[in-house]
């Protein structure tokens, strides 16, 4: 089942993550086991900017990445069989950055599952800026026990 528009009460009971390391702000498409979709608004009040870096405020690349595991893990963390777990990183290949994140951008986030195995999943992720790529790249993850992690 698709759902469109999650604003961000919902995205916080799907997703672990809490200020200040949540860094998606809207969910425009969710289909469970599938595929996600998502914005992150980038703004001057981001704790990062103050050192990264004073005077070209820059968001860091992993930052970005992170964004995009938090929009993929909500693709699996909406599935009925993975509630109460987490998922952690277990990989990142051929990850491509082609234009730098500023303030007053905003990213537009998508996770398409490639595969899944047991508990390790793969993700094709991509990130957006008006219409622009300008981030691409394989997520690898695993799904562990909230009280194992």
Excluded: C
Excluded at 91 to 115: A, S, W
């Amino acid at each position: 089942m698709t759902e469109e528009n999650l604003d961000i009460q919902k995205i916080l009971s799907v997703l672990p993550h809490r200020y200040p390391f949540l860094l998606v702000d809207r969910l425009t498409e969710l289909v469970p086991g599938e595929k996600a979709s998502g914005l992150k608004n980038v703004t001057i009040n981001e704790p990062f900017f103050q050192g990264h870096f004073p005077g070209m405020p820059v968001m860091p690349g992993v930052l970005i990445i992170e964004a995009l595991a938090q929009v993929g893990a909500a693709v699996v963390l909406s599935m009925d069989d993975n509630k109460g777990k987490l998922a952690v990183f277990s990989g990142i290949k051929n990850f491509r950055f082609k234009q730098v994140v500023k303030p007053g951008d905003q990213l537009q986030l998508q996770v398409v599952m490639t595969g899944m195995r047991r508990n390790i999943g793969k993700g094709d992720a991509q990130a957006w800026i008006d219409d622009k790529k300008i981030a691409s790249g394989e997520l690898w993850f695993a799904l562990v026990d909230r009280d194992q992690a």
